[in-house]
């Protein structure tokens, strides 16, 4: 079974800073889909950015980008101009089928917290 | 504006009660989900639904079970809840087409069993 691993269970930025959340999983698949979600503390779990495995560029949202690295099996999320609504949960998901039909496997978690 | 909602933000029920958690989508998404999610262990599959009628069990099925008879709506069942069971429940829908589809959260229920 696909696992997903976030090593960081807690992190702070200051704000405007810039910050690095990791993300690693273990799969057997070459192609496949990997997601960011943003729980901010009223609960709604929000899209934040995705990424196809088979395309090598990295996916930008904005403020925030990823860096995807196939071989190491990593997606790592940076948060660039850090501000105070960024503070929340944040969760690494990884989606192996490509129908869309099955649920996300997602990681632990890492609560970010941004100092004025 | 897609949505997804649950019936209840909080809830507290007593050892032994049968629970209903209802989560209704409004975007005609053929695929619901419910995760449980405990401090420290992220989010946790309980079940999920790509059709009507169709349910599958996720990784920690045990003590519950739903029932999807239309659509927009999938219903969590705890058949008789117990203490172990106090958790934030979370409900998602997705379409089908593409993996990179995303999933829409609920804003959860915060339920405690006494």
């Known amino acids: 079974a696909q696992t997903v691993t976030q090593s960081q269970p807690e992190m702070s930025v200051q704000e405007a800073e810039t910050v690095t959340l990791s993300c690693t999983y273990d799969t057997s698949e070459s192609d496949y889909y990997l997601f960011w979600y943003k729980q901010p503390p009223s609960r709604q779990m929000i899209l934040v950015i995705r990424q196809e495995a088979y395309k090598q560029q990295n996916a930008t949202e904005n403020r925030f980008s990823v860096n995807f690295q196939k071989a190491a099996k990593s997606f790592s999320l940076k948060i660039s101009d850090s501000q105070l609504g960024d503070a929340a949960m944040y969760f690494c998901?990884?989606?192996?089928?490509?129908?869309?039909?099955?649920?996300?496997?997602f990681g632990k978690g890492t609560r970010l917290s941004v100092i004025a | 504006d897609v949505k997804v909602t649950q019936s209840s933000r909080y809830l507290v029920k007593r050892t032994g009660e049968k629970v209903f958690l209802e989560c209704v989508q409004d975007?005609?998404?053929?695929?619901m989900f419910w995760y449980r999610q405990d401090p420290g262990l992220g989010l946790r599959l309980i079940y999920f639904s790509y059709d009507v009628k169709m349910k599958e069990k996720g990784d920690i099925p045990e003590g519950y079970s739903v029932s999807r008879e239309k659509k927009e709506r999938f219903s969590l069942i705890l058949e008789s809840a117990s203490t172990n069971q106090t958790s934030m429940y979370l409900c998602a829908s997705s379409p089908s087409g593409t993996g990179l589809n995303e999933q829409f959260f609920g804003p959860g229920t915060r339920l405690t069993v006494l």
């Open positions: 998901a990884y989606r192996s089928d490509n129908s869309g039909n099955t649920p996300l496997v």
């Open positions: 975007m005609d998404h053929e695929n």
